[in-house]
C-alpha cells in the first residue's frame, strides 16, 4: 500500500474561497483555527458553537473545516463523531464532546496532525487571497 494524498491543499482552498465568498472578514479565522489546534478536537470543534448565535459567517467557516476534516480522516479509516448539535442544548454539547474524548489516542495523534496540516494549508491560501 502505497502513499495516499488526501488532497489537503486541495480542500484548504475550497474553504477559503468559500469563506471569502461569504464574507471576507471571516479569513482571519484562518489563524485563529491553526492557533487551536494546539488546544486539541473538543476545543476545535466548540468553537463554531461559540461563534453561532453572534458571527454565523466564522462559525460557518469552523464548521466546514470540522467537516472536512471529518471527511479526510474517514478516507483514512478513522472515523471522528459529527453529530448535529444545537449550541443552547448542553446534554448535545457534553454527548459529542465525550465521543471526541473517547477517541483512540492515536486517532486523536494522527487527527490533529493532518487537523494542523490542513490549517496550515488554509493559512497559506488566506495569504494570497487576501
Not at 479526510?72 to 479509516?77: K, L, P, R, V
Request: include cysteine.
Amino acid at each position: 500500500m502505497g502513499w495516499k494524498s488526501y488532497d489537503l491543499d486541495r480542500e484548504a482552498q475550497k474553504l477559503v474561497l468559500s469563506a471569502k465568498n461569504r464574507d471576507d472578514k471571516s479569513l482571519n479565522q484562518s489563524y485563529k483555527m491553526r492557533m487551536a489546534v494546539a488546544y486539541g478536537l473538543e476545543r476545535f470543534w466548540g468553537e463554531h458553537l461559540r461563534l453561532q448565535a453572534k458571527e454565523p459567517q466564522k462559525s460557518q467557516y469552523w464548521k466546514e473545516t470540522w467537516d472536512a476534516l471529518v471527511g479526510i480522516m474517514e478516507q483514512a479509516g478513522v472515523l471522528i463523531p459529527n453529530e448535529p448539535v444545537n449550541a443552547n442544548n448542553v446534554g448535545q454539547i457534553q454527548a459529542m464532546s465525550e465521543q471526541l474524548w473517547q477517541l483512540e489516542i492515536q486517532e486523536q495523534r494522527v487527527s490533529l496532525a493532518v487537523l494542523t496540516q490542513l490549517c496550515d494549508c488554509i493559512v497559506w491560501w488566506t495569504q494570497r487571497y487576501k
